[in-house]
């Protein structure tokens, strides 16, 4: 007779398990951080936002009707209320925004690659040797060349701010040891003041208007050659 105990372990007690490790408080604070950082993001997009709609509403109203009709906006609105990125943006006090370069600058690789997905190779008129080898690694050679580009600039920058830095310390050391320090909105590379933010039925507007105010510039720069997206005609109009 086999008397071996082959009944199912109890299940463990979840209250016996240990404090969060050092890892876990690192993890955590890296999380954290991302999400507070997400959070200066669109507070700061959506102020430029109520910026755009209060100073010049015609504009916001064309960039609007012109981009409503699109899934990316109408997937992005079903995103911002499924994350319900609107209660984490309202929470708390407001975060200092953030300066339109730095945003400008973290957005210039992924731009690159969208405008390198969706440029329209040229037009041959005839078949060459070896073109649907060129044309298979055309993409990922101007997504290497648009990586390499981004690079080099933020390598060149960064140098310019290093010695810049250096530069800025040797002249304007008093002789005490301490750094002479600039207004920290001249530091910080600040915008002009910023509206707040305004809750409620605009917010994922703003925050769309926001993007195209601040990442504007650096979108028409990737135009194509073409004729240019007319807005959606208004239907309540003539």
Same mark, same amino acid.
């Given at each position: 007779?086999?008397?071996?105990?082959?009944?199912?372990?109890?299940?463990?007690?979840?209250?016996?398990?240990?404090?969060?490790?050092?890892?876990?408080?690192?993890?955590?604070?890296?999380?954290?951080?991302?999400?507070?950082?997400?959070? %200066?993001?669109?507070?700061?997009?959506?102020?430029?936002?109520?910026?755009?709609?209060?100073?010049?509403?015609?504009?916001?109203?064309?960039?609007?009707?012109?981009?409503?009709?699109?899934?990316?906006?109408?997937?992005? %609105?079903?995103?911002?209320?499924?994350?319900?990125?609107?209660?984490?943006?309202?929470?708390?006090?407001?975060?200092?925004?953030?300066?339109? =370069?730095?945003?400008?600058?973290?957005?210039?690789?992924?731009? %690159?690659?969208?405008?390198?997905?969706?440029?329209?190779?040229?037009?041959?008129?005839? %078949?060459?040797?070896?073109?649907?080898?060129?044309?298979?690694?055309?993409?990922?050679?101007?997504?290497?060349?648009?990586?390499?580009?981004?690079?080099?600039?933020?390598?060149?920058?960064?140098?310019?701010?290093?010695?810049?830095?250096?530069?800025?310390?040797? =002249?304007?050391?008093?002789?005490?040891?301490?750094?002479?320090?600039?207004?920290?909105?001249?530091?910080?590379?600040?915008?002009?003041?910023?509206?707040?933010?305004?809750?409620?039925?605009?917010?994922?507007?703003?925050?769309?208007?926001?993007?195209?105010?601040?990442?504007?510039?650096?979108?028409?720069?990737?135009?194509?050659?073409?004729?240019?997206?007319?807005?959606?005609?208004?239907?309540?109009?003539?």
């Amino acid at each position: 007779m086999n008397t071996s105990d082959t009944s199912t372990p109890p299940p463990a007690d979840p209250t016996a398990a240990g404090p969060p490790t050092p890892t876990d408080h690192r993890a955590l604070a890296f999380l954290g951080q991302v999400n507070s950082s997400t959070r %200066q993001w669109l507070c700061t997009l959506a102020r430029h936002g109520v910026a755009l709609r209060r100073n010049d509403a015609e504009r916001a109203r064309a960039v609007l009707d012109t981009v409503r009709p699109w899934p990316f906006y109408k997937g992005g %609105q079903f995103l911002f209320d499924l994350m319900e990125w609107e209660d984490l943006m309202v929470d708390g006090d407001p975060p200092p925004p953030m300066p339109a =370069e730095r945003v400008r600058s973290a957005c210039a690789v992924p731009v %690159q690659w969208l405008a390198a997905a969706t440029a329209q190779p040229p037009t041959a008129t005839e %078949q060459m040797p070896g073109q649907r080898t060129a044309a298979a690694l055309d993409l990922p050679l101007r997504l290497l060349a648009a990586t390499a580009r981004t690079t080099v600039l933020g390598a060149a920058h960064d140098l310019t701010d290093l010695f810049g830095t250096s530069a800025t310390r040797a =002249e304007t050391d008093d002789g005490s040891g301490r750094e002479a320090t600039a207004p920290e909105s001249d530091a910080e590379g600040a915008d002009p003041e910023l509206p707040p933010l305004e809750a409620g039925f605009y917010l994922y507007e703003d925050v769309v208007l926001g993007a195209f105010a601040v990442l504007g510039p650096l979108l028409a720069d990737h135009a194509p050659t073409g004729p240019l997206i007319d807005p959606v005609p208004d239907p309540d109009g003539p």
